[in-house]
């Protein structure tokens, strides 16, 4: 019976202990992030080092852009969509490829903006010109779709 008890406290200190490093690792990777927010999902926090998820833009700088008339194109995304961690890959490179500034809205971080900005499905490319959306592709696509989307739409 003590060899039992022991082995179920040996057994709680262990899963305690991970419990702790868990948290701590994502209270770390929380900390002087690019979203200004505390608390991050778990998807979020793994592709914070990630080079496809850089240049986030917050909501509040999105605002003021197309308040300002500015042109901007924006990968609208959610970190745990299985069609955006495919397309990622092929939208990235090709906007750099183009030339495109892009920049990518979280939606897992920033919920409120499925709705401000319609929102209905992730992957979506939005692009504003003047301040106003001119061209907008939604969903996983070819390669080609995309292509066209920035010879045609963001560098006509």
Excluded at 8 to 19: D, E, M, Q, T
């Amino acid at each position: 019976m003590k060899k039992m008890i022991i082995f179920v406290l040996v057994l709680v200190a262990i899963f305690g202990a991970l419990w702790f490093v868990v948290n701590y690792q994502n209270q770390k990777a929380s900390e002087g992030n690019p979203y200004n927010k505390s608390k991050l999902d778990q998807g979020t926090i793994d592709q914070l080092d990630d080079p496809m998820y850089q240049n986030q833009i917050l909501p509040d700088e999105l605002a003021e852009k197309l308040e300002n008339g500015e042109d901007v194109t924006v990968y609208f995304y959610d970190p745990n969509c299985i069609h955006c961690q495919r397309t990622t890959p092929v939208v990235v490179p090709l906007a750099e490829e183009y030339g495109v500034d892009l920049v990518k809205m979280n939606l897992k971080e920033f919920e409120t903006q499925w709705q401000k900005y319609g929102i209905q499905s992730t992957p979506t490319l939005v692009h504003f010109e003047a301040g106003e959306e001119s061209a907008r592709i939604v969903g996983e696509q070819p390669q080609t779709e995309f292509e066209n989307f920035f010879e045609t739409e963001v560098l006509e």
